[in-house]
């Protein structure tokens, strides 16, 4: 039997393991074994103790210990054909630093190094969770957006009848604002000429509005970018302004001046 594997079922801490191993001639070699399974320093001391038929723990500290675990202890598996302990053994750790100064400080530098990579593990860890989720709530908020602000049909209708030139809009108020002013100068020159002039001159001023509302985009995107282009860059607070005012670009706009003031 001294060439045959036994499995032994050992429980440490919380934790229930097997250990097959050539069946134990003397007690260090069983020591030996379980510190090199259990990863254990060689300073460290073992305590093995095994049940006994009148309910009590015996401790298992000489070879005689282990002649008595292998003639009461050990059965065999007649279908598996394999040897194995029919108890537990528990095992319980003493650690004990060597009188060795330097040895301390070795084992020391050793625990501080594993405990310095574990805790750079659980930083990149975090940090990329951090950016994951960054990148999911953005995502969230662009979905929440399409989904109530009506980007769809209704914006592709009112892009098919402004045209082509309706697509090269770009964010600058400078510009948006000489057109809208140089209508209001041409409704006034023509509303001095026309008889009805009341009439007239209220019918071109809600022209006048309808059009400088079209030259405004309702692309989400766009109007983002025109609001960082006159100094509002809180891209969050632009997205939340815009969806109160229902992509209402002035509004979005005079409310943003009206909180920075």
Do not use: W
Request: charged content about 30%; glycine content about 4%; overall charge negative.
């Amino acid at each position: 039997m001294s060439d045959d594997f036994v499995t032994f079922n050992i429980r440490y801490k919380k934790a229930l393991f097997e250990l097959k191993i050539k069946t134990p001639g003397d007690v260090s070699g069983f020591i030996e074994k379980l510190k090199d399974e259990l990863k254990l320093e060689e300073t460290d001391e073992l305590v093995i103790l095994c049940p006994t038929p009148d309910g009590k723990m015996m401790e298992i500290h000489s070879d005689d210990d282990i002649e008595f675990l292998k003639k009461t202890k050990l059965a065999y598996n007649a279908v598996t054909k394999e040897i194995y302990c029919n108890v537990e053994l528990v095992v319980t750790v003493i650690h004990e630093l060597p009188d060795d100064t330097k040895a301390q400080f070795v084992m020391l530098s050793n625990k501080i190094d594993k405990l310095a990579t574990k805790i750079d593990g659980l930083s990149d860890d975090l940090t990329k969770k951090i950016d994951e989720n960054k990148t999911s709530t953005f995502s969230s908020i662009r979905s929440i957006l399409a989904e109530h602000l009506d980007i769809g049909s209704g914006n592709k209708s009112k892009n098919n009848s402004l045209g082509e030139e309706d697509l090269d809009i770009k964010p600058n108020l400078g510009v948006r604002q000489k057109k809208i002013k140089k209508d209001k100068e041409k409704l006034s020159s023509t509303a001095g000429t026309n008889d009805n002039s009341s009439t007239t001159s209220e019918n071109l001023k809600l022209d006048a509005q309808t059009t400088a509302q079209r030259l405004i985009p309702k692309d989400i995107d766009m109007l983002l970018e025109m609001l960082v282009a006159d100094g509002f860059t809180n891209t969050i607070q632009n997205i939340i302004v815009l969806k109160r005012f229902d992509n209402n670009y002035e509004k979005a706009k005079n409310y943003l001046k009206s909180s920075a003031t």
